[in-house]
């Protein structure tokens, strides 16, 4: 069984900061692709951000030059570093990694609880 906890949510104003974290444990092989997806009241989830083993990374163009994401392999985290926040990134925000949990099962694709973001004017 795998688990996502993920945290650093919160109400912050506009122009501010947040640092979300998550952290993958459980039965766990390899982990491939890490992320963050957000979900707004009435919309579809989208991507944020997200990031390879390699360190490879992939942003929305909205967030572009304000978000950061990174990942801690040794301790199976995942961050994202969200600056200069604006009233249109209030979503839930949920963390994404897709992994093994044995040398001979697939790859699936996992997903935290979320978390709320809310960002006033």
């Known amino acids: 069984q795998v688990q996502l906890v993920e945290s650093g949510g919160g109400l912050v104003q506009a122009g501010q900061s947040l640092r979300l974290s998550c952290v993958a444990s459980?039965?766990?092989?390899?982990?491939?692709?890490m992320g963050w997806y957000r979900q707004a009241p009435g919309m579809q989830r989208e991507l944020v951000a997200t990031?390879?083993?390699?360190?490879?990374?992939n942003y929305a163009d909205s967030v572009k030059g304000r978000f950061t994401v990174s990942r801690d392999n040794a301790k199976n985290t995942v961050y994202l570093q969200m600056n200069s926040l604006k009233p249109e990134d209030t979503a839930v925000y949920y963390c994404?990694?897709?992994?093994?949990?044995?040398?001979?099962?697939?790859?699936?694709?996992?997903w935290g609880q979320g978390t709320q973001v809310t960002v006033s004017s």
């Open positions: 459980g039965s766990i092989r390899r982990i491939n692709t």
């Open positions: 994404n990694v897709i992994l093994q949990t044995s040398s001979t099962s697939p790859w699936f694709s996992h």
């Open positions: 990031i390879t083993t390699g360190g490879g990374s």
